[in-house]
């Protein structure tokens, strides 16, 4: 726990709005959290579809084994490279989205902060 120096004390009243203005940040900077969990896992999942692009194309046959739960499904090449580029297509928009939505929160917390540490100074912590 750190101790303020003198001259970094400041004697403030907190309103009712700046509780608010905390609150919206803590669920604020949470949301962010877990939209960027939400990014990672689907990051990973594009990750795994460029992994299944590459086997698919070292196999070198025209037709491939996929495993779909516990059975083995018989399939062309063609009809998994079209699968392939939609689920990248898909998950390359949900990206997109999730980090755009990031963006936003992430604009709307430093706004909050700026005005937070405008009023309180180092008496307050807001890192994330």
């Known amino acids: ?4 120096a003198k001259e970094d004390e ?3 009243q907190m309103s009712t709005e700046d509780q608010q203005r905390i609150n ?3 669920r604020l900077n949470r949301r962010r959290e877990g939209l960027q969990e939400r990014a990672d896992r689907i990051q990973s ?5 460029v992994d299944a692009e590459e086997e698919m194309m070292m196999a ?3 037709d491939l084994m996929l495993c779909v739960g516990t059975a083995l499904v018989v399939t062309d090449t ?6 392939i580029e939609k689920d990248n297509e898909r ?3 949900q990206l997109e989205g999730v980090k755009a939505e990031i963006a936003t929160v992430t604009k709307e917390i430093d706004e909050l902060k700026r ?3 405008s009023k309180f100074g180092k008496t307050i912590s807001l890192d994330y």
């Open 1 to 4: 726990m750190s101790v303020l």
């Open 78 to 83: 063609d009809t998994v490279t079209a699968d």
């Open 115 to 117: 005005i937070l540490y």
């Open 60 to 62: 070198d046959e025209s």
């Open 10 to 12: 400041v004697n403030v």
């Open 91 to 93: 998950l390359n928009e």
């Open 45 to 49: 999942d594009l990750d795994r579809l």
């Open 24 to 26: 919206t940040f803590s």
